[in-house]
């Protein structure tokens, strides 16, 4: 009895009526039968990724899409500001939006922008500490409308080793410290970014990291003219994963210099610890100037990759930036290019 049901089990109906189910089956049960099944998975699965591709691209679209409708939309696009012009094509859109470095999300650069997505920008305040005639909290929609805004093109450099050309808008970082009148006695600028573990999945998960991010400036840096506290990229205001609703942006430095998200800043006295240079000193210093001649313990950093194209071209000392910046470093200006 028991033998007669095994036996009936082990002759499948369907092996005259469907003998390619039947076929597929028998790989699968063969237990992933690799030949059967790949052949199979090679006829539907590029359309699959296909499908999946078109609809990820839209999503993407979507995270854009959405900043027309923010808070500061109607200040974007603005006027672009020729005197800082690069000899570079600009970086696709679609490809920066794609491509982040931002923890507080994930560590993977594909990642963040879908992880972002739940993130709430505004309303947004900035607290002002330390050494200012005018410290406390500003409401950020306000500051930035009183402020005004412009374009600026800049190349940005990953201590990763790789590198972009965008447009983005905002204040320059002078103008906006400028409103909270700092005095003598400040001599760095920290900057400290959200913490939120309900709407940023990385900080929930990486619960090893000292959140929330920290990042800092001496302030002759911090007041240099190519200095940005910015707004938005592409002629739109900041998608989440860009580091909404405010992000610094330090164009001479690598791209940790500067902080995304950010919700105050301080005056201070003292050198500030720095986020990454806490974590792995060896690795990530303070000054953090982009330097073809010095070369991350791990890798070299003599060239770098252009995402969207990967061209590899030569690194430039302080991201090409020396006409401005320079001076701030002698030592440093003296021994390249
Ligand atoms: N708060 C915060 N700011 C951050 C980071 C981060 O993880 N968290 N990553 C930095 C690094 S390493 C880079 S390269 C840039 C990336 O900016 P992008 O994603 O807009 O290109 O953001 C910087 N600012
Ligand atoms: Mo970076």
């Not at 696709?92 to 920008?121: C, G």
């Not at 400290?192 to 959140?211: H, I, M, N, T, V």
């Not at 007041?223 to 938005?232: C, D, I, K, Q, T």
């Not at 201070?268 to 010095?294: H, I, M, Q, R």
């Amino acid at each position: 009895m028991h033998f007669h049901r095994r036996r009936e089990f082990d002759l499948p109906a369907d092996r005259i009526t469907d003998e390619k189910a039947w076929a597929t089956r028998r790989a699968f049960l063969k237990g992933l039968g690799l030949g059967g099944l790949a052949l199979a998975a090679s006829r539907t699965l590029p359309s699959l990724a296909r499908a999946a591709g078109a609809l990820d691209e839209a999503a993407l679209a979507r995270t854009i899409e959405i900043t027309r409708s923010r808070p500061l939309a109607a200040l974007h696009p603005a006027r672009r500001d020729d005197a800082f012009a690069v000899q570079r094509e600009l970086t696709d859109e679609m490809v920066a939006a794609r491509y982040n470095n931002y923890y507080e999300f994930s560590p993977r650069k594909s990642e963040v922008w879908r992880r972002a997505r739940d993130f709430q920008p505004w309303p947004w305040e900035i607290e002002v500490t330390g050494h200012a005639e005018r410290t406390g909290r500003f409401d950020l929609e306000k500051l930035i409308r009183d402020l005004g805004v412009e374009e600026r093109v800049y190349r940005f450099r990953c201590v990763e080793a790789w590198a972009m050309t965008v447009p983005w808008t905002g204040v320059p970082l002078s103008r906006l410290l400028q409103r909270f009148g700092p005095t003598s006695r400040a001599r760095f600028v920290r900057f400290l970014s959200f913490d939120r573990p309900a709407q940023a999945p990385g900080q929930e998960e990486q619960d090893w990291y000292p959140w929330p991010y920290y990042e800092a400036l001496h302030i002759r840096e911090a007041m240099n003219e190519l200095s940005l506290a910015a707004v938005g990229i592409y002629g739109h205001p900041l998608p989440n994963q860009h580091g909404a609703p405010l992000r610094i942006v330090v164009p001479w430095k690598y791209g940790y210099k500067g902080a995304k998200g950010v919700v105050r800043i301080d005056l201070v006295e003292e050198k500030p610890a720095t986020f990454w240079n806490d974590l792995a000193p060896d690795e990530y210093g303070f000054l953090s100037n982009v330097d073809p001649g010095v070369p991350h313990p791990r890798w070299s950093q003599a060239t770098e990759r252009l995402i969207g194209t990967d061209e590899e071209v030569p690194t430039r000392l302080f991201n090409g930036y020396g006409k401005w910046v320079a001076r701030l470093y002698p030592e440093q200006a003296g021994k390249a290019e």
